[in-house]
């Protein structure tokens, strides 16, 4: 009886402590779990992403938006002059893709309409870049336009090569250069703005 109550008293602990390593174990798989999914859900750029020519056609749509709607705040935010030719260049090049694209939307018989709404990324750099005066603007102005059309170059370069829809294909091919000389410029103007600009 003694001998009994012995081994039950010694497994007794091993027991408790496996139970405790499972529920720790658990509680770690799901804190993961739970991180996980808070990550993906911050990189999520829409609430439902379409796909092919109409997921090309939004991308493309929210891009020049995005970047006429942060330019339009540099005439009262920017404090450099290059900035601020930058982004008269921006809303002119962005306005005529928008024209563009449009008019091959419109001939096209599929379907496709225009849809240009923000990604949550995209509204909250926005919405950030509205607090921002002088040189801390324009570091944040030129960080959003470069890693913008870095994204938009690559989506571009895709949809070019793989396309499903031969005048959005052309479209893409056709843009590829006027994105490649902004995201290059943006670059460029990062490394000169600040007060001791030239």
Do not use: W
């Not at 779990?33 to 990189?43: I, R």
């Not at 997921?55 to 006429?68: H, K, L, M, P």
């Not at 005439?75 to 809303?91: C, R, T």
Request: aromatic share 6%.
């Amino acid at each position: 009886m003694r001998f009994g109550a012995l081994v039950l008293a010694g497994a007794l602990p091993f027991a408790l402590a496996a139970c405790g390593q499972s529920e720790t174990a658990t509680t770690a798989e799901a804190n993961d779990a739970t991180a996980a999914n808070e990550v993906a859900s911050a990189n999520d750029s829409a609430p439902v992403a379409a796909s092919g020519a109409q997921g090309f056609v939004n991308t493309v749509a929210a891009s020049d938006r995005f970047e006429i709607e942060t330019s339009k705040l540099v005439p009262s935010s920017a404090a450099s002059a290059q900035v601020m030719d930058f982004a008269k260049q921006l809303i002119a090049a962005h306005t005529a893709s928008t024209a563009k694209l449009k008019a091959i939307v419109a001939k096209d018989p599929s379907g496709i309409v225009i849809d240009d709404q923000l990604s949550t990324a995209q509204q909250a750099t926005l919405e950030d870049m509205k607090s921002k005066k002088g040189y801390i603007f324009d570091a944040a102005y030129l960080a959003a336009l470069a890693h913008g059309h870095d994204q938009t170059l690559t989506k571009l370069k895709n949809y070019a090569a793989s396309g499903d829809n031969p005048a959005l294909k052309e479209f893409a091919a056709g843009l590829i250069p006027t994105v490649s000389e902004h995201l290059e410029k943006a670059r460029t103007l990062t490394g000169k703005i600040g007060p001791h600009a030239q």
